[in-house]
Structures are given as structure tokens and as C-alpha cells.
């Protein structure tokens, strides 16, 4: 079993930027065991700009082992009808403290630590619909 | 007008049914949808263990403004890895692996204070840590300050 990501950036920011492509493979704590668990895939859809839980950390069915080599991935997939509206925001917190801000069209993917408590939210800036898809692959406790 | 875009490939068979996710996105300044984010700032950096490190200082020009960054361990030992930290709350690990495989991350980042700083701790070794900011706003600081 494997669970790969890579990222592909390009910039003409840079004169001389090549570009940027990384490939990681998901593992256990400290080793070179492939990671186990996950929520699956999901779909979200809000439409207020009050602060949600995208994921409890104490209600997953597989505990999460804290600390370990965690990632999520997040999308803010615009309204869900297609419409990539750049506009219109979704910030991100981890209990309370905001990462950052996702517009339409925009992804994450990053460590997370699932210890509980320590939920992933999401805050729209607007009362318009947007959906958000989402995965955490995690180490079972 | 600068284009920068970002793309993630995700694979997991961890499920019954593969998932396998493509997307992109095209990184423009905050709330807009024409107006591309048009300055960078990259490094490579030796994290030794036990301190914690500002990697990316926030800044107030920062606040309300577009940012993302993408941090990648480069490390090719899977037993170390670096805790990253955003306004003290602990975000999660990135680690080493061979070969070049290590772990990364890649946020929007919202510079909403001044202290919501991106910082990092090693842990096992020295850790080898490289990254890409895409941004706006940034005004150099003047001479003597």
C-alpha cells in the first residue's frame, strides 16, 4: 500500500525559475512503513460564514496516533457547479489559529498533528455557497 | 502579468477503490480574479536540532494579503523531520527520506499579526529545509533599520 503526493509549481515570478516538483510518499512515524488509516474522501458544502469543524479529531472511527506523519489535503472547489470564484474565500484554522485562506480553485495539503482537540475548521468569508473536498491520511493510534 | 500555478497529484490505494486526485490552481492576490500574485522569495536552510527557528518571519504587510508557501524537508534520513509551528500551535511534522523523497507542505498562509510567524524545529539531526513563498504586498525595509 502507498499514498503519494507530488507538487508541480511554475512561476515566470523568477526570470530563471525552472520550476519545482516534488514527490513524497507517505509513511509511518520516523520510517519507511507506508501510512494506514484515512477519513476517505469527503465533500463539504457551506453556506454561512460561521466556523465549522471539517474534522474532529476525537470523533474519527480509528483513533489517530498523535504526532506522526499526519497530512490533509483541502480543496475549495468553488460552488460545486463549476464555478471557480476567486473571490470568494475559506479560511483554514487549526483550533482557532488561522493558516490561511483558500479561494476558489485553491488547494493545501499539510502536516497535521491529530491530537484531539486540535480540529481542523473552516471559516467561509461569505454567505455564498462554496464546497470544500478534503482527505486525511493518518497513522492509526 | 506574472502567472504562477501550483499543481498536487495524490494516489492512495489505501481505500477499496483507488483515489487519485489532479488538480491546479493559479495564485492570485487576495479576493481577486485577475490580479496574480507577483513576488517570491525562496532559501535552503540547515535547521539544526533543539531551537526553534523563525523560517518565515510574518510581516504587517503582510496582513490580509495573499501568501503561499510551500515547505519541503530535504533530508534523506526518514527518522528526522521538522515540527512546524504557526503563532505557537503546533501544525504537524514533516520528515526526511531517501532519495529525495521527504516530506511537504504547501498553505495558504495568512500573516493576519505579527506573530504569526512560520517556524520550525528539528528533531534526530541537522535537517535540510527548502521553500518557496509566493506573495504580495512585501515593502523592503529601509536603509538602517
Redesign the interface.
Known sequence: ??????????????SGFSG?S??????K????VD????T??SKRKLASTTKVDLITMANELVEPLD?????V?I?HTGNGKGVF???V?V??L??S???????G???????????DA?DIEVKPGSDATVVL?Y?M?YEEG | MATTTAAISLSSDLMSSNLSVSTDTTLMKAGTENDSLDQARMGYNKIPTGTSFDLLDATTAGVDKAAKVLIANESEDETYYVTIVIDAKTIGRLYGGPDGSGDWMFIPWNQDDATHDLEVTATTGTNNISWIVFHEGETLPTQGD
Not at chain 1, 22 to 27: I, P, Q, S
Not at chain 1, 35 to 38: A, K
Not at chain 1, 97 to 103: A, D, K, P, T
Request: without cysteine; charged residues 20%.
Open positions: 500500500m502507498a499514498t503519494t503526493a507530488t507538487v508541480t509549481l511554475s512561476s515566470d515570478i523568477f519545482y516534488k514527490t513524497m510518499t507517505m509513511y512515524d520516523g520510517s519507511l501510512i494506514d488509516s484515512s476517505g474522501f504526532n506522526t506523519g499526519a497530512k489535503y480543496k470564484d476567486k473571490s474565500g479560511t483554514v487549526i483550533n489559529v488561522e493558516i490561511g485562506v483558500l479561494y480553485g485553491d488547494w493545501l495539503l499539510m502536516p497535521v498533528a491529530v491530537v486540535e473536498e482527505v491520511f
